[in-house]
């Protein structure tokens, strides 16, 4: 099972919006509609920003949003604030043996 | 509000055992609406799932490949927690280990509540 594709990072100012891709098979992302977003602060454990590829939990504002096209799924930030820098990854169904694989991060910097 | 709080030692030395557990508050671990799972996290390995345990009518565990020989996670019904060994590490299993709730089926990647995380550190 290898790791879902993230960019290293990616940035934004304040107010803006900044997409951040997840690439992975059809034989996971591509296959399934089970991707989940995490957001980490330092130091912190992950916390679900989006599961089912679009479906926010109570209490993750509406700013957050989540889609998928093929293989690579997608999370959007929008109206970017302070608090919103932190590692981002995305995690989706193995597609086998009940697996479940993550992307490597990306780190989202609000300039 | 469901909460889980992990206990084991931080430290093992190379060779020896890595065990964890974590208490489940405001769930149960027989629920058959949720899986229990732990996740560990390094910089070489970045978040990597590790395994889960399961109640469905019996009890199912679903383990990663890569550590699959060596772990096992078990549940405690008495005490509504479940558990992980590592057995035979290395300094290469070195991380923050996290146990996790997974909800909405089995194998979906929606996790929460996170425990609090445990660095373990493998001494050579």
């Given at each position: 099972?290898?790791?879902?594709?993230?960019?290293?990072?990616?940035?934004?100012?304040?107010?803006?919006?900044?997409?951040?891709?997840?690439?992975?098979?059809?034989?996971?992302v591509g296959g399934w509609n089970y991707v989940?977003?995490?957001?980490?602060?330092?130091?912190?454990?992950?916390?679900?920003?989006?599961?089912?590829?679009?479906?926010?939990?109570?209490?993750?504002?509406?700013?957050?949003?989540?889609?998928?096209?093929?293989?690579?799924?997608?999370?959007?930030?929008?109206?970017?604030?302070?608090?919103?820098?932190?590692?981002?990854?995305?995690?989706?169904?193995?597609?086998?043996?009940n697996f479940v694989i993550f992307g490597g991060?990306?780190?989202?910097?609000?300039? | 509000?469901?909460?889980?709080?992990?206990?084991?030692?931080?430290?093992?030395?190379?060779?020896?055992?890595?065990?964890?557990?974590?208490?489940?508050?405001?769930?149960?671990?027989?629920?058959?609406?949720?899986?229990?799972?732990?996740?560990?996290?390094?910089?070489?390995?970045?978040?990597?799932?590790?395994?889960?345990?399961?109640?469905?009518?019996?009890?199912?565990?679903?383990?990663?490949?890569?550590?699959?020989?060596?772990?096992?996670i078990n549940a405690d019904t008495s005490q509504?927690?479940?558990?992980?060994?590592?057995?035979?590490?290395?300094?290469?299993?070195?991380?923050?280990?996290?146990?996790?709730?997974?909800?909405?089926?089995?194998?979906?990647?929606?996790?929460?509540?996170?425990?609090?995380?445990?660095?373990?550190?493998?001494?050579?």
């Amino acid at each position: 099972q290898s790791a879902l594709t993230q960019p290293p990072s990616a940035s934004g100012s304040p107010g803006q919006s900044v997409t951040i891709s997840c690439t992975g098979t059809s034989s996971d992302v591509g296959g399934w509609n089970y991707v989940a977003w995490y957001q980490q602060h330092p130091g912190k454990a992950p916390k679900v920003m989006i599961y089912e590829v679009s479906k926010r939990p109570s209490g993750v504002p509406d700013r957050f949003s989540g889609s998928k096209s093929g293989n690579t799924a997608s999370l959007t930030v929008s109206g970017l604030q302070g608090e919103d820098e932190a590692d981002y990854y995305c995690c989706s169904y193995g597609g086998s043996m009940n697996f479940v694989i993550f992307g490597g991060g990306t780190k989202l910097t609000v300039l | 509000q469901v909460n889980l709080r992990q206990s084991g030692p931080g430290l093992v030395k190379s060779s020896q055992t890595l065990s964890l557990t974590c208490a489940i508050s405001g769930d149960s671990v027989s629920s058959t609406s949720a899986a229990w799972n732990w996740i560990r996290q390094s910089p070489s390995r970045g978040l990597e799932w590790l395994g889960r345990t399961y109640y469905r009518s019996k009890w199912h565990s679903d383990y990663a490949v890569d550590v699959k020989s060596r772990i096992t996670i078990n549940a405690d019904t008495s005490q509504n927690q479940f558990s992980l060994q590592v057995n035979s590490v290395t300094p290469d299993d070195t991380a923050v280990y996290y146990c996790a709730r997974e909800f909405g089926g089995v194998a979906t990647g929606t996790f929460d509540p996170w425990g609090q995380g445990t660095l373990v550190t493998v001494s050579s």
